[in-house]
């Protein structure tokens, strides 16, 4: 059984910055995909962004490109997200997944095996 706990959200203003993380643990979550999905008030959940097993291969949805960045540090079974330049089109609720297989923003779906509870990121103007 994989366990994801996210924190690091919080309250800033546009332009500032956050860092979540996610603490995931069970036997195999240094071999899992991991990422990040929000969901915003009103509106459906969408990806933001991925990182494989061991951090070799990231994608990003094109909006948060250069402003976000997605590491993981396997010796901790952890995950991160970096997020720089925060706008208001960012407050969302971001959960952190994971799941076997890596793929692309493009290619991803809601069906990831494992979701944290989320947190709560909002950016006021």
């Known amino acids: 059984q994989v366990q994801l706990v996210e924190s690091g959200g919080g309250s800033v203003q546009t332009g500032e910055s956050l860092r979540l993380s996610c603490a995931a643990s069970?036997?195999?979550?240094?071999?899992?995909?991991m990422g990040w999905v929000r969901q915003a008030p009103g509106k459906e959940r969408e990806f933001v962004a991925v990182?494989?097993?061991?951090?070799?291969?990231?994608d990003y949805k094109n909006s948060v490109k250069g402003r976000f960045t997605i590491t993981r540090d396997n010796a901790k079974t952890t995950m991160y997200l970096q997020m720089n330049n925060l706008k208001p089109e960012d407050t969302a609720l971001y959960y952190c997944?994971?799941?076997?297989?890596?793929?692309?923003?493009?290619?991803?779906?809601?069906?990831?095996?494992?979701w944290g509870q989320g947190i709560q990121v909002t950016v006021s103007s």
């Open positions: 990182i494989n097993w061991n951090g070799g291969m990231t």
């Open positions: 997944v994971a799941d076997r297989h890596y793929v692309s923003i493009q290619m991803a779906t809601m069906k990831y095996a494992y």
């Open positions: 069970g036997s195999t979550v240094n071999s899992l995909a």
